[in-house]
């Protein structure tokens, strides 16, 4: 496998260290082939609200595999998993299910550009769409060049069909909007951003977004692969208040297992095939499996529904290191909201990539080594997000404070 891994984050390289590979989880905590215990702040990036191997998710997952595993065909649970998703969020009106975060994106992409008849997109800096070619555009920390694609392998034909600006610079989005307003199909945007690190968008620059694709008849997707269902039952554009034309969602959708989906408005999605003319699908689109898991965790949130809980104990634990760090004389900055949270070694909290770059690289991965080192499992990387469970108690907390303020007192 290129790097030992099968997706880069996990080589380490950006904290110059080494793939951990891992046997199994439990709760709030992963277990390496070592035998090492870790407390879990990743969660499989986001989709282990409940924590690991929780039983109802495993037991809906053991009854669906003895009853098959893959049909190819229609099954009455992906109607299920989309009515529940319908009723945690109202803008979906409509939904397919598809088998990753980058496929919802890449349809809805090309859903918006059949629908509106245009070709043009715009992205955010630092907005990670998935390894879509016309959305691997200045996505997360890769090249900061305008209009050029961040991999070798994406036609400069394709990549010029995607403009990206800064995100939450309602000036410079105006400015772009202007220059391809009569051929641009759609705004794709992560409403809180978890590929810069966490970085929620600012309610005003999400609220231009909606009024100016409103009024040019462009389409608004909410890339909430990260999000939805992460900080709380209506996702992010719940908690922000704006109703987008379509969502992408991610793996929290089939509590972990490999999933995504994408909704919206009714007049919109009519237009995928078999109904109209726009083309999409695939052979394991509503996996039962994936199905059946997502069911479960979706019927736990929405009868718990442990936001306030997840976001208390973020804030807890943030509030906690922030008094640790200022003690030490070391810039800190952190947010969250729900379940989902971030923290940069910055004064001040960054807003978009660029902020994002400019903190402090070495107390970073000396900080974040020493915490994996001693058995508290951050991303490794200043440009991901960080989950919390309902499986972190007071204990996990605690035990991380104590960890931290160990490393911190020796010294970083």
């Known amino acids: 496998m290129p790097g030992g891994v099968n997706s880069p984050v996990r080589a ?8 951990i590979f891992f046997e199994k989880a439990s709760g709030a905590y992963l277990y390496d082939a070592d035998g090492n215990e870790y407390i879990d702040y990743i969660g499989s990036w986001g989709p282990m609200i409940m924590g690991h191997s929780h039983p109802k998710i495993v037991d809906a997952i053991k009854r669906q595999a003895e009853l098959g595993t893959s049909y190819g065909a229609p099954t009455g649970i992906e109607s299920d998993v989309a009515s529940l998703i319908k009723k945690c969020v109202p803008s979906i009106e409509k939904i397919r299910m598809v088998n990753s975060g980058t496929e919802a994106t890449m349809s809805s992409i090309r859903l918006a550009r ?15 769409h998935g390894h879509v070619d016309s959305l691997l555009i200045k996505a997360g920390s890769g090249v900061l060049t305008f209009g050029l694609p961040d991999s070798p392998g994406i036609p400069k034909d394709l990549a010029k069909h995607t403009l990206s600006c800064a995100f939450n610079n309602k000036e410079e989005f105006l400015k772009v909007f202007e220059s391809v307003k009569d051929d641009l199909a759609a705004v794709i945007v992560e409403p809180i951003a978890g590929n810069m690190g ?7 620059f999400l609220k231009l977004l909606r009024e100016v694709t409103t009024a040019n008849g462009s389409i608004l997707i909410f890339d909430e692969v990260m999000s939805g269902f992460r900080v709380s039952l209506g996702g992010a554009q719940e908690v922000f208040g704006i109703v987008p034309d379509l969502t992408a ?11 995504g989906a994408f909704g919206g408005k009714q007049e919109i999605m009519d237009q995928l095939a078999p109904l109209g003319p726009i083309y999409q699908a695939g052979t394991l689109s509503g996996n039962p499996l994936a199905m059946a898991a997502g069911s479960a965790l979706l019927n736990l949130i929405i009868n718990e529904n442990p936001y306030k809980g997840l976001e208390s104990k973020a804030a807890s634990l943030l509030s906690e290191m922030q008094n640790i760090m200022d003690s030490a004389g070391i810039p800190f900055s952190s947010s969250q909201i729900g379940g989902m949270f971030g923290f940069f070694f910055s004064e001040t909290l960054p807003k978009n990539i660029d902020d994002v770059s400019k903190t402090d690289d070495d107390i970073f991965i000396k900080f974040l080594n020493a915490c994996i080192g ?6 490794p990387s200043k440009y991901e997000a960080g989950f919390i469970s309902t499986k972190h108690t007071d204990l996990e907390i605690e035990k991380t404070l104590t960890i931290i303020k160990k490393i911190i007192n020796k010294g970083i």
Do not use: E, M
């Open 114 to 128: 059949g629908y509106t008849n245009r070709d043009k997109i715009i992205k955010f800096d630092g907005c990670y």
């Open 198 to 204: 966490f970085v929620p968008g600012d309610i005003d």
């Open 249 to 259: 969602l991610g793996k929290v959708i089939g509590g972990g297992l490999p999933v």
């Open 374 to 379: 001693n058995g508290i499992y951050f991303a």
């Open 12 to 19: 380490f390289k950006n904290i110059g260290g080494n793939p």
